[in-house]
Every structure is written in structure tokens, then in C-alpha cells.
């Protein structure tokens, strides 16, 4: 075990870890932007009490998410997140099959969990990530998982359906391991250099199988164009 490594597991620099992980997050994301000649846009809340710790905005979308981190070889398998922050905004409740609440409903954020591996003096990344459209993806059966997999992640369904308040476990099966930071914009949604059509194409299929809509093309062209999107940017 490197210095560095020790470093980083230790309870004591637990903040210390916070902010340079968060840095580092920052850094990636802005030049991943960058590439595709935009500037991304971070913000950070001024209270921290709603479960998120960034807010990036590409102009077009403005994005709360939550940050999570696990050091190479970290037993974590699950992290508490509010319910409020995946579940889908008040105008997209009926198109993900949610009932809606009098307590008020999501911001749509998305959960990004950082796996570190720390070398000499230098540390190596990789990025998972999920958000209510990934959820919906193995809840749709887009992303095949193991039978025990897909039971907990139905459970966490019916959990976030139940209330907006309070929090969810979301085990790591969850979240998708992202090419790079570029490939991980696109799975957020945010404007990429590897812009995909998944997240529209997500939403049709969505309110067609909740709400009854109808599709631009026969559901098994739609699923297999999903499909083929989404595993451009996962790897």
C-alpha cells in the first residue's frame, strides 16, 4: 500500500478526499466539455441538505448530482440516496410510471460513484453512473442483469415510488461504468462530442409502456436502437 493510498482510506482525511476527489470530477467533466467546445457550467450548493453535491449545467439541461467514492478494493456495495434527488420532476412523473405525490415530487439528478486506485503519487478514476433513465433501462430490460439483480432493483423501484422523502439504498449494480468522461456527459444527458439519441429515445419508450403513448417505430427497432446507443458509452 503507497503513502497515497493510505492517505485516501484514512478516516481522519475523509474531507480531504471529498475535495479532491471533487476536483478531479470538476476537472474531467469541464474538459470533457471542452471537446465539444462548450463550457460546462458548476455549481455547488450553498446548504448542504437536499443530497446532491454539484449542479452542472450545459445550457440546456441543469443537472444535481450526488457523488459518491469507493477506494480499489472497498467493500461498499450500496449508498443511502435521498429519494427526492432520482426521482423524476413533476412533468415527467406519469411518463415513468410514478404515482404523483401531495408531499411534491423529484429533480431528476443523477448518483456518480467514483472508483479510485491510487498509485504512487498519482490516482486513476473510473466513473459509474445512474440516474432515473439508467434505472428505468434495467427496469424496461435494456441492460440485462442476474435475477437476484433484477429483484433488488425492482425493490428500489417500488421504494422510490413510494415517497418523495426519506432515502434509498442503490447498490452498485445500478450504475453504469462510463467510457470516459465524455462517454459519461452523454449517459447524463449532457451535451457530448458522443451525443447519443438514448435519452430521447428513453422517454418515448418510457411513456409508451406507462402512459400508452405511442412510438416512432415498432418497440423492438426502439429497444435495439437503445440498446446499440447505450453500449457505445458504457465499458
Known amino acids: 500500500m503507497t503513502s497515497l493510498d493510505s492517505f485516501l482510506r484514512a478516516e481522519k482525511n475523509s474531507k480531504s478526499r471529498e475535495l479532491l476527489l471533487t476536483s478531479r470530477v470538476i476537472h474531467d467533466l469541464m474538459v470533457a466539455a471542452a471537446t465539444r467546445d462548450y463550457d460546462l457550467l458548476v455549481y455547488t450548493p450553498t ?20 457523488l459518491k467514492s469507493v477506494i480499489s478494493g472497498g467493500k461498499a456495495s450500496q449508498w443511502a440516496i435521498h429519494r427526492k434527488l432520482l426521482r423524476p420532476e413533476i412533468h415527467e412523473i406519469e411518463w415513468f410510471g410514478f404515482p404523483s405525490s401531495p408531499c411534491g415530487e423529484g429533480r431528476s439528478g443523477g448518483v456518480l460513484l ?69 462517454h459519461l456527459l452523454a449517459l447524463a ?22 402512459e400508452g403513448a405511442a412510438l416512432p417505430a415498432p418497440e423492438a427497432h426502439v429497444r435495439q436502437l437503445l440498446q446499440d446507443d447505450l453500449a457505445q458509452l458504457v465499458g
Not at 47 to 66: A, E, M, T, W
Not at 129 to 140: E, H, K, S, V
Not at 191 to 207: D, K, V
Request: overall charge positive; hydrophobic content about 35%; aromatic content about 10%.
Open 114 to 182: 467514483i472508483e479510485v486506485k491510487a498509485n504512487e503519487c498519482t490516482t486513476d478514476v473510473i466513473y459509474r453512473y445512474t440516474d432515473l433513465r439508467i434505472l428505468t433501462a434495467f427496469w424496461l430490460d435494456l441492460l440485462k442483469v442476474t435475477a437476484p439483480t433484477k429483484r433488488r432493483l425492482e425493490r428500489l423501484r417500488n421504494e422510490l415510488a413510494e415517497k418523495p422523502s426519506g432515502k434509498v439504498n442503490v447498490p452498485r449494480t445500478a450504475f453504469l461504468r462510463a467510457k470516459s468522461p465524455e
Open 189 to 210: 444527458g449532457l451535451h457530448s462530442r458522443h451525443n447519443t439519441s438514448w435519452p430521447h429515445l428513453l422517454y418515448q419508450l418510457a411513456r409508451y409502456t406507462f
Open 47 to 66: 446548504v448542504d441538505s437536499d443530497g446532491f453535491d454539484l449542479i452542472l449545467d450545459d445550457r440546456d439541461r441543469l443537472l444535481p448530482l450526488q
